[in-house]
Structure formats: structure tokens, C-alpha cells
């Protein structure tokens, strides 16, 4: 069993920054792909960023260039900094976990307001 517990969001103006971070429970953090998703009003649920376990990682057109996905496997965290952010970043975000062995896990979620 894996749970994931979200930290760092926040109202930031447009063009600000904010950096989430999610922390893991269990020992096989290391093994696992790493992923954000975000959810807005009214939308689906889209992925955002994804890294896997030696750190390769891939992003979502929208967010190229200015949101970076990184994991320390020492704190078992994984971790979203949002640079150039706009008011259409607005979203629940949610931290992701996929085992190699299978499964998806999902973490409560933490709110982005981006303010123009």
C-alpha cells in the first residue's frame, strides 16, 4: 500500500512560481514512475508530468518549458516546480504513484489558484 500526501499549493499571481511536493510512504519509492496530474473545474483529469524511476522524464505540451518534475529518493518525494504560471494552470493537483508492480495510487490533491 502507497500513500501520498501533497503540499505546496497556493494563490500565486500570474507569472509566479509555486513548487508542490509529494512525500511517499513504503520502501519501493525508488522503483517507481512518478507522476502530476491536474484537474480544473469542469474538466477531465489530464497528466501533467511524469518521471520514472532513473529519472527520465516526459510533460505535457502545455506545460513544457516551465514546469520541471523531480524526485529525491532519499526523502521519498517527488516534486513540481511551476515557473511562468497562468491563470489556466488553475487546478486540483494530484501526485501519482506507479508501481512496478502494478496498480495506480493517488494522493488527496492540492489547489492551485492562478490570479491574473
Known amino acids: 500500500q502507497v500513500q501520498l500526501v501533497e503540499s505546496g499549493g497556493g494563490l500565486v499571481q500570474a507569472g509566479g512560481s509555486l513548487r508542490l511536493s509529494c512525500a511517499a510512504s513504503?520502501?519501493?519509492?525508488?522503483?517507481?514512475?512518478m507522476a502530476w496530474h491536474r484537474q480544473a473545474p469542469g474538466k477531465p483529469r489530464e497528466l501533467v508530468a511524469i518521471?520514472?524511476?532513473?529519472?527520465?522524464?516526459n510533460y505535457a505540451d502545455s506545460v513544457k518549458g516551465r514546469f520541471t518534475i523531480s524526485r529525491d529518493n532519499a526523502k521519498n518525494t517527488v516534486y513540481l516546480q511551476m515557473n511562468s504560471l497562468k491563470p489556466e494552470d488553475t487546478a486540483v493537483y494530484y501526485c501519482?504513484?506507479?508501481?512496478?508492480?502494478?496498480?495506480?495510487?493517488w494522493g488527496q490533491g492540492t489547489q492551485v489558484t492562478v490570479s491574473s
Open positions: 518521471i520514472n524511476k532513473i529519472g527520465v522524464t
Open positions: 513504503g520502501n519501493r519509492f525508488s522503483s517507481n514512475a
Open positions: 501519482n504513484s506507479l508501481p512496478i508492480s502494478g496498480g495506480s495510487y
